[in-house]
């Protein structure tokens, strides 16, 4: 599995996660979804992502490799 999936499956996993948790518990949890869309955001125009920082030292190729 490439660094880029992962990434993705990380994200999309957040987002769901604290939909739920907004939905069951506290409508706070929207601003964890917030702050991964924002994350997403600053990554597709920076360049910066820390997840994919941590997938290269595990060993994770990139999709181009």
Do not use: W
């Not at 660094?3 to 939909?19: H, K």
């Not at 409508?27 to 994919?52: D, H, K, M, R, W």
């Amino acid at each position: 599995m490439s660094r880029e999936n992962v990434i993705r499956m990380f994200a999309g996993s957040f987002i769901l996660l604290s939909l739920i948790l907004a939905h069951y518990y506290s409508p706070l949890f929207l601003y964890f979804t917030a702050f991964v869309g924002l994350n997403l955001l600053q990554s597709s125009i920076t360049g910066f992502c820390p997840l994919e920082i941590i997938l290269k030292k595990m060993g994770f190729k990139n999709c181009k490799d």
